[in-house]
C-alpha cells in the first residue's frame, strides 16, 4: 500500500542518514534533508 511504500522511504532515508553520520559526512545529510522536504 501507499503508507507501506512511504514509510520504507523514511526507513531508507534514515539509513542512508546515519549512514552519513558514521561517515561524517554533513553533506550528504544536508542534501537528504532537503530531499525528504521536497518529496
Known sequence: ?????????????LSLALAAIADNQKDKIRSLTKFKKAS
Open 1 to 13: 500500500s501507499i503508507t507501506n511504500l512511504n514509510t520504507l522511504g523514511h526507513i531508507t532515508l
